[in-house]
């Protein structure tokens, strides 16, 4: 069974940056996807970056298009969301989770990891 592990959330003004990471354990990973979603304070879960693990195809949400960046280091079994340009908007408790290729069902939610910016 998957397991994920998110980490890297902190305090930052708006403007600045902020790489979270999301290590992955339990599996191979070769024909998943990984996806970084985010719930902020008084809304509901969305998507933000996804990225096939085999591949390396990224996808992202049109709010963070051009700022946000993921990765993946096959190596290490590690997803990466480098936040460049954040805005207090962005503040939200972020997760990773991840889905078999095959299925458009994502897997469990997972600890988050809590991104605040300040304006």
């Known amino acids: 069974q998957v397991q994920l592990v998110a980490s890297g959330g902190g305090l930052v003004q708006a403007g600045g940056s902020l790489r979270l990471s999301c290590a992955a354990s339990?599996?191979?990973?070769?024909?998943?996807?990984m996806g970084w979603f985010r719930q902020a304070p008084g809304k509901e879960r969305e998507f933000v970056a996804s990225?096939?693990?085999?591949?390396?195809?990224?996808s992202y949400a049109d709010s963070v298009k051009g700022r946000f960046t993921c990765s993946r280091d096959k190596a290490k079994n590690t997803m990466y969301l480098q936040m460049n340009s954040l805005k207090p908007e962005d503040t939200a408790l972020y997760y990773c989770?991840?889905?078999?290729?095959?299925?458009?069902?994502?897997?469990?939610w997972g600890q988050g990891t809590q991104v605040s910016v300040s304006s």
């Open positions: 990225i096939n693990w085999s591949s390396g195809t990224t």
């Open positions: 989770r991840a889905r078999p290729m095959s299925t458009p069902i994502w897997g469990s």
């Open positions: 339990g599996g191979t990973f070769s024909s998943y996807a």
